[in-house]
C-alpha cells in the first residue's frame, strides 16, 4: 500500500531562523523525523512511499541520495570492505515530487494524485508524529468501513494547558487538564481512498475542507488510540523524543523489539 508523506512545511515552530532545513529532516538519534516514520511503515510492510516535498526539498532528496546503512546497522568491515549485517531502505520505492513551495496539504495530495487514484486505498501522514499505534488494524477497520472515505487516528490531546469552567460571578468552578477532557486530536496518520479527491478543491485543506465535509456526511471513521503518540511541531517537543531515544525507550521504533525477541529466541 502507498503511503503519501507531506514534507513540505515550513515548520515555524521546529526552525532555527537559520538554516533552511525542514521539519521532517530534523533528527531523532541518528536519523530525521521523516526516516522513523517511513521505517514504521515499512515495519508493517508498507514500503512504496510518494514524499510531497517543498520547503527545504533539497535536503530530504540529499538525506536518500547519499544514505548510509551504516549509520543504523550493524555490519561487518573485514580487509577494508563493508558486509552489512542488516538493512534499511534497500527494499523500498521512494517517489519525490516537489508539489509547492506554499501548497496546503490538500493542495499537495492533489499534485500526486496520479500515483495513488487507482489504488483500492492509501496511507497519508505529516511525517512529524511518532506513535506505535497498529497501523494493520488501523488499516483493517477502514477496509471493513466501506462507506468510509477517510479514517484518521484519534488521540488523547497532549497540550499540558488546564481547561477553567467559570460559573456565576466570574468564579472558577473547576479547572481539569486538558489531556483529561473526553476530547480526541487528530494524529496526523491517516488511511484514504481515491474518493477523497472528490472532496478537495483546489488549493484547499485535507482537514478543514474534505474531512470536515466528510465528518458532516457521515463518511470519516477514525481509530481511536491511548497508546504512545509524540508530535514533533516545537523544539521541547523534539527533544522529548530525543531524550526517550536515548534512555533506550523508543516505542515508535517496533522492530527494535522484534530484533531482540529474535535474539533471545535464537
Known sequence: MKVVLFCGGYGMRMRDGVSDTPKPMVPVGPRPLIWHVMRYYAYYGHTDFVLCLGYGGRHIKDFFLNYTETASNDFV???GQVHMLET????WSITFVDTGQDSAI???????????????MFLANYAD???DAPIDQMITQFRADTDAVAQLLAVPPQAAFHVVDMGNGNRVEAITALKEMPIQENGGYLVL???????LPEGGDLIGDACTTLAKEGRLGAYPYGGFWQPA?????RAVLEALYQAGNTPWMPWR?????SIAGA
Open 77 to 79: 568491515l573485514h580487509r
Open 88 to 91: 534499511d531502505i534497500s527494499d
Open 106 to 120: 490538500g493542495e499537495r495530495l492533489r499534485r500526486v494524485r496520479h500515483l495513488v487514484e487507482s489504488d483500492e
Open 129 to 131: 508524529v511518532l506513535t
Open 193 to 199: 481512498r481515491p474518493e477523497i479527491f472528490d472532496y
Open 233 to 237: 511541531d516545537t523544539v521541547k517537543e
Open 257 to 261: 523489539a522484534h530484533r531482540a525477541r
